[in-house]
Nanobody, 121 residues
Framework: VQLQASGGGLVQAGGSLRLSCAASGRIFSSAVMGWFRQAPGKEREFVAA????????YYADSVKGRFTISRDKAENTVSLQMNSLKPEDTAVYYC???????????????WGLGTQVTVSS
């Protein structure tokens, strides 16, 4: 599976952005798709994940209630709707695919190139 993320950009605090991750190749129903982010000088951190088969979702506490992860099986895409954005959400966002749900980036074995999200105050 190859992943391609898109949708990043510059937005003011309080605004919204929608990230999309297009996957080429088959995604098994047991797979988990995740979003991670990395801010300058910080380690990459978990944002959200979704089980491809059941659609069960998981969120980091810092984004719960503001971000929504979803998947479109027909289009083979995973999206991250980000609302009420804050300057601290500024980071490079990556989509990833793994065989198990985890909040650890090393558990994911397929990664897309990142997309920059910048939130101005």
């Amino acid at each position: 599976v190859q992943l391609q993320a898109s949708g990043g950009g510059l937005v003011q605090a309080g605004g919204s952005l929608r990230l999309s991750c297009a996957a080429s190749g088959r995604i098994f129903s047991s797979a988990v798709m995740g979003w991670f982010r990395q801010a300058p000088g910080k380690e990459r951190e978990f944002v959200a994940a979704i089980r491809w088969g059941t659609g069960a979702t998981y969120y980091a506490d810092s984004v719960k209630g503001r971000f929504t992860i979803s998947r479109d099986k027909a289009e083979n895409t995973v999206s991250l709707q980000m609302n009420s954005l804050k300057p601290e959400d500024t980071a490079v966002y990556y989509c990833a695919a793994g065989r198990y749900y985890s909040r650890e980036d090393y558990e994911y074995d397929r990664w897309g190139l990142g997309t920059q999200v910048t939130v101005s105050s």
